[in-house]
Each structure stands twice: as C-alpha cells, then as structure tokens.
C-alpha cells in the first residue's frame, strides 16, 4: 500500500514537472500602475471637481482636492468617476 502511495507522488510530481504558478496581489499591481502611469489618490470624486475644492465624505466630514488623475477603475461609480488625492480636514 505504502508503495502505491510513493509511486502515485512521483507521478504526479512527474506530471507537474516544469508548471509554475506566482500569485501577485492586487495592491502590488497597482502601485507598480500607479508608479508608472503618475495617479495617485484612494478617493473618487464628481466629474466637476477642481483641485482646491472641498468635498463632503460620507461619513459626514470633509476634504480638500489636492490632485486629479481622470478617471479610473478603481472609482466603479457613475456619479464619481474621478480619481483623487484628499486632504481630509
């Protein structure tokens, strides 16, 4: 029994000669997207906004635009497709 057990191991290890799998998260792809494409920010705001602007956040308070860099993947909603960098106040 113990030899069938040895000999389905080396075939299979035999059969997954050469496969590789590298898993790199999501935060790690995005900043080296970032890095390159100049974005910054982790909020999205209205279409209409300006840098210097204040915002209201949901939680009720409020933040100052510093930057813009257009729209994004990361802002899913119609309403705020701009990405930002906030100064919350």
Do not use: H, W
Request: aromatic residues 8%; glycine residues 14%.
């Amino acid at each position: 029994m113990k030899l069938c057990k040895y000999m389905f191991l080396l075939a299979l290890a035999f059969s997954v000669q050469g496969c590789f799998f590298i898993f790199i998260p999501g935060s790690v792809m995005g900043g080296i997207t970032d890095a390159v494409t100049g974005s910054e920010g982790n909020n999205c705001v209205g279409a209409s906004a300006k840098v210097g602007d204040k915002v209201r956040m949901p939680g009720g308070g409020s933040a100052t635009v510093k930057s813009l860099s257009g729209t994004s993947m990361r802002c899913a909603s119609p309403e705020m497709p701009i990405r930002a960098l906030l100064a919350f106040d």
